[in-house]
């Protein structure tokens, strides 16, 4: 299972980013994918999921900011991030639920600072 997140940057407090996750080599459609983050110096932590069926969960400190969806069809997993914060700030990474070990990638950085 492959697994690549992009679309991260440098955003001003407020700000917004949208990142997307491709995924090959699996049957996407049947997985509970989801976004994960690791600030410098935590843990990784799970942000947002969402089932095949198109449920969602949140972390607390995101709902309301953040909206995770996905392409069954493409393959592909998205969380667009409005209203960020600075502790917003982290390495993003897109996984199944539960994760595979061998499927965390690169990520992709996150910056929220003015």
């Known amino acids: 299972v492959q697994l690549q997140a992009s679309g991260g940057g440098l955003v001003q407090p407020g700000g917004s980013l949208r990142l997307s996750c491709a995924a090959s080599?699996?049957?996407?459609?049947?997985?509970?994918m989801a976004w994960y983050r690791q600030a410098p110096g935590k843990q990784r932590e799970l942000v947002a999921r969402?089932?095949?069926?198109?449920?969602?969960n949140y972390v607390d400190s995101v709902k309301g900011r953040f909206t995770v969806s996905r392409d069954n069809t493409k393959k592909m997993v998205y969380l667009q991030m409005n209203s960020l914060k600075p502790e917003d700030t982290a390495v993003y990474y897109c996984?199944?639920?539960?994760?595979?070990?061998?499927?965390w990638g690169q990520g992709t950085q996150v910056t929220v600072s003015s």
């Open positions: 080599g699996t049957i996407f459609s049947i997985n509970v």
């Open positions: 996984n199944k639920v539960p994760p595979l070990v061998a499927s």
């Open positions: 969402i089932t095949s069926g198109g449920t969602t």
